[in-house]
């Protein structure tokens, strides 16, 4: 029996689709109480970030009117974006672009996560769904006077606290790549590698290993036959040598200054900005230090 054929579908039949696949009314809205503080700090620099003057939903991530950025790169944006929908946080605006989802044998079958926008999907305690004005107003009271002490919390902010360093990193590591024109991708060693490093050094530290790192594997190819040259592959072996040498005190390092073409996150500035009431910590102090000289205390309760 042969394959039929998937018709073209009009505009009409697509909206329909989608309309129905991601329909509002058919999903319960999520108690605020019930968001954990990682889940309010992505959706509190969601809000500052991915927002219009409408303040009614959060737009595209790929919308060119937007003149901040959430998270450090696009990968961790839309894990972001992927962990609020995935606990029906967020819900997928039906009323996107229609060249944003996805169709297949005349269904619906997805959507891209950076071309469609979102609706917020929490209630306080009618169960009614609240506007993302209020949503605003209430995580950001929540965020900024109560701070959580309980020890599964407490691990999750720590962990959001190296990730985003993390992806710092990895963000000005694909900057430079892009500026050089290197084809280098990042894996699994190199993200261990990185992680070892954040466990003694600062992000801005870690931009300066990084240039070092390059100059050393450009240098290395230099020196080799045309045919067998393989620029960016000793990066990763770079980046640890030269960060153990810094630990040992046997190579100089500096603090490097964020990129203007690198702005800094808005999740960076709702988490050690305005909840810490601090500067740019993530980035100049070493993570792991700053864990356990301040942040720690923050998170403890007293009667620990």
Aim: with cysteine; net charge neutral.
């Amino acid at each position: 029996m042969k394959k039929q054929k998937s018709q073209n579908l009009s505009k009409k039949e697509k909206l329909k689709l989608v309309m129905a696949k991601y329909c509002l009314k058919s999903k319960k809205s999520i108690e605020l109480k019930t968001v954990s503080y990682r889940e309010k700090l992505y959706l509190l620099a969601a809000f500052r970030a991915l927002t219009n003057e409408s303040f009614n939903m959060i737009l595209p991530l790929n919308n060119e009117g937007l003149f901040k950025t959430l998270s450090p790169n696009k990968d961790m944006d839309e894990n972001i974006l992927d962990c609020l929908y995935s606990s029906d946080i967020i819900l997928v605006n039906p009323g996107s672009d229609l060249d944003s989802f996805q169709f297949k044998n005349n269904k619906c079958v997805g959507f891209k996560v950076d071309e469609v926008s979102w609706i917020v999907n929490l209630s306080s305690q009618n169960g009614k769904r609240l506007e993302l004005s209020d949503c605003y107003r209430l995580i950001y009271d929540n965020l900024t006077k109560f701070v959580p002490t309980s020890e599964k919390e407490r691990n999750q902010v720590y962990s959001f606290t190296m990730n985003l360093a993390l992806n710092e990193v990895e963000s000005y590591i694909q900057f430079k790549m892009d500026e050089l024109n290197y084809r280098y991708e990042l894996g699994k060693k190199t993200y261990i590698y990185i992680f070892q490093l954040l466990n003694f050094l600062s992000v801005s530290e870690i931009y300066d290993i990084i240039d070092k790192a390059i100059d050393v594997d450009y240098l290395s190819n230099s020196r080799i036959e045309l045919k067998t040259k393989c620029y960016g592959s000793g990066i990763s072996s770079n980046l640890l040598e030269l960060g153990e040498m810094a630990k040992r005190e046997e190579l100089s390092i500096k603090k490097m200054p964020r990129k203007k073409s690198l702005n800094r996150s808005e999740l960076s500035r709702v988490f050690y900005q305005l909840i810490h009431m601090g500067g740019d910590e993530g980035f100049v102090n070493c993570p792991i230090d700053f864990w356990n000289e301040t942040l720690t205390n923050c998170y403890t309760s007293t009667s620990e």
